[in-house]
């Protein structure tokens, strides 16, 4: 019984131990898949616990097991883990160690989080690497990407293990046969990327698993593949810009539907695209080449192209060039060791 | 004179030559600077030039130099700069060159025009790698984030030339002196990230450049810096990335938005926020580890911490673990080598 138990750090996250006590509570009343307060095991300083619930109407029955210390948002996971040996999320791993719980939620400090499970649970049999997966669900169509982060230094052997854990995670809980596994990259070819890309392809391909080979950006929101595997820093990177730019398109989308309210109109989409179109650049500028280099998008119409033509205009008459060669000169402190 | 003239690959792109050619008399009539035909060499396929200025009002006096092939969107550029000696990318870079032409513009296959300009031109003095510039303007406050794929091979001395590069392309064409120079990585801390990252980071902090430091995804759209470096795979990723995310959200927002037009009311925006709302899933799992663990954003709200609970309870009761560790000793073609 207390392995299907879920041990909650209660104490880490912005709006702790509020919106996780809260969060429990919504967990034993959901219309499908309702849980037992007693398969909820709370992990926090139990005197703010009881005094949410005092405030709250009562806790209904959910285990609670005293963690004195919390670990910080901002602190450094390796050293906190260190310095704070009674932490709420050490609390949680020692609580899966002892059969007390057998999962644990945690909204806190990512790489405490990380670091706490992987050094107290150690991997599953045959695992190299754990890795962070998220499912984006956006499309009507879930995407499991990993590693978003929990693993930097990846070796193609560790991504094809994502590959496998994430077809397992796909089929065991979404349904999915044979999830078809990408590889992030940045070209179809097998010969694209880095070293880490060609050889992880290669090992992906042989491997058994539904290999759907490269993908990219817009592949993920096509839906062309189940499970789409990298290594942690780009993982990372590409988790938090995806962040950043929904939740800055999201505020731009309800300001502009806010602003056109009164006087609904059509005309909100064609303020919207102006605003968010994020190839109204017009071009790239290849920097650093002898001569002045504008490279568009291969699907510019004549706006676009007009306004690279802009671009190249202004480059030349501003001199960028020159003032890159007097830049790299007076910045020159990597100019020692070969390029 | 023709150093201040734009070669034009009137061939390169998807809706060539016509976007092309109307992307160049576009240009002719901006309010703001307007670009005489003149200063306009139109490469390409003349006949094809000449038809559409047929049915289009006439050539209004652009120069056109002839180019008889074309490298197609998908070909390998290394291969298609060989085989194809007359194309038109070729022709620009040619006319640089020839001195007939200071800039070039393209919107056909990004490979080839970084591959015919870099072994054309070669680089700018002082200049180990070029790099690609795209200046983000969506929220208001201009971005320059380089290189978005020129480099996949990037050295420290490289991101620290990109951030020289990139701060006197922003203070020329955007009057932005001193930009402040961001390091894309995965954490604040100088320690954070690849090996690339760390040593980037020393040699910038050490530059003289307005360095500000790493930034992430979310930093970027709070305008955290004006340049922000990254080698040229992760600048690749990231681009197309945001790409597909900004494509995705607001075909996601009008298809909403014209769903509610009838009837409108502040309904679209809860529709809109459900739909497009990343952090729905809950959690992310931390696939790999001897227990089942969710790690959830430090920002979540009660309904986000049900979900994870939820999310938790799921993956015990579907026995996601024992399938992982079934899973990877099925396909175990990685384990000869050594982790």
Same mark, same amino acid.
């Given at each position: 019984?207390?392995?299907?138990?879920?041990?909650?750090?209660?104490?880490?996250?912005?709006?702790?131990? #509020?919106a996780?006590l809260e969060?429990?509570?919504?967990?034993?009343?959901?219309?499908? $898949?309702a849980?037992?307060?007693d398969?909820?095991? &709370?992990?926090g300083?139990?005197?703010?616990?009881?005094?949410w619930?005092?405030?709250?109407?009562?806790?209904?029955?959910?285990?609670?097991?005293?963690?004195?210390?919390?670990?910080?948002m901002?602190?450094?996971?390796?050293?906190?883990? $260190?310095?704070k040996?009674?932490?709420?999320?050490?609390?949680?791993?020692?609580?899966?160690?002892a059969?007390?719980?057998?999962?644990?939620?945690?909204?806190?400090?990512?790489?405490?989080?990380?670091?706490?499970?992987?050094?107290?649970?150690?991997?599953?049999?045959?695992?190299?690497?754990p #890795?962070?997966a998220?499912?984006?669900?956006?499309t009507?169509?879930?995407?499991?990407?990993?590693?978003?982060?929990?693993n930097?230094?990846?070796?193609?052997?560790h991504?094809?293990?994502?590959?496998?854990?994430?077809s397992?995670?796909?089929?065991?809980?979404?349904?999915?046969?044979e999830a078809?596994?990408?590889?992030?990259?940045?070209?179809?070819?097998?010969?694209?990327?880095?070293d880490l890309?060609k050889?992880?392809?290669?090992?992906?391909a042989?491997?058994g698993?539904?290999?759907? #080979?490269?993908?990219?950006?817009?592949?993920?929101?096509?839906?062309?593949?189940d499970?789409?595997?990298?290594?942690?820093?780009?993982?990372?990177?590409? &988790?938090?810009?995806?962040?950043?730019?929904?939740?800055?398109?999201?505020?731009?989308?309800?300001?502009?539907?806010?602003?056109?309210?009164?006087?609904?109109?059509?005309?909100?989409?064609?303020?919207?695209?102006?605003?968010?179109?994020?190839?109204?650049y017009?071009?790239?500028?290849?920097?650093g080449?002898?001569?002045?280099?504008?490279?568009?998008?291969?699907?510019?119409?004549?706006?676009?192209?007009?306004?690279?033509?802009?671009?190249?205009?202004?480059?030349?008459?501003?001199?960028?060039?020159a003032?890159?060669?007097?830049?790299?000169?007076?910045?020159?402190?990597?100019?020692?060791?070969?390029s």
């Amino acid at each position: 019984m207390t392995k299907s138990r879920i041990a909650l750090d209660v104490m880490g996250g912005d709006h702790a131990p #509020g919106a996780l006590l809260e969060g429990a509570l919504l967990a034993t009343k959901r219309e499908e $898949r309702a849980l037992s307060p007693d398969s909820i095991l &709370l992990v926090g300083d139990e005197v703010a616990i009881q005094a949410w619930f005092d405030a709250n109407g009562g806790n209904p029955g959910f285990p609670v097991q005293h963690a004195s210390e919390v670990i910080e948002m901002d602190e450094s996971p390796a050293k906190a883990l $260190r310095a704070k040996r009674d932490s709420s999320i050490g609390g949680c791993v020692k609580a899966i160690r002892a059969g007390d719980a057998g999962a644990l939620v945690c909204m806190g400090n990512t790489g405490a989080c990380v670091g706490a499970s992987t050094l107290g649970l150690g991997t599953l049999e045959g695992v190299r690497r754990p #890795g962070i997966a998220i499912t984006l669900r956006m499309t009507g169509h879930p995407v499991t990407m990993l590693d978003m982060g929990a693993n930097i230094a990846s070796k193609p052997e560790h991504l094809l293990q994502y590959g496998v854990m994430g077809s397992v995670f796909m089929r065991d809980l979404f349904d999915v046969k044979e999830a078809r596994v990408g590889l992030l990259n940045i070209g179809e070819e097998p010969s694209k990327g880095t070293d880490l890309c060609k050889d992880s392809h290669a090992l992906l391909a042989d491997s058994g698993l539904n290999f759907v #080979g490269n993908v990219e950006g817009p592949d993920i929101f096509r839906s062309a593949a189940d499970v789409v595997v990298t290594d942690g820093y780009t993982g990372n990177i590409t &988790l938090k810009l995806m962040e950043g730019l929904s939740g800055f398109l999201m505020k731009t989308v309800v300001t502009e539907i806010q602003a056109h309210k009164a006087d609904w109109s059509g005309d909100v989409i064609g303020a919207l695209q102006r605003n968010t179109d994020y190839s109204e650049y017009g071009g790239a500028l290849l920097l650093g080449v002898n001569g002045t280099v504008v490279i568009g998008h291969g699907r510019s119409d004549g706006t676009a192209v007009s306004n690279a033509l802009d671009l190249a205009g202004r480059a030349l008459q501003a001199d960028v060039n020159a003032h890159i060669v007097e830049g790299c000169a007076a910045f020159a402190s990597g100019k020692e060791s070969a390029s």
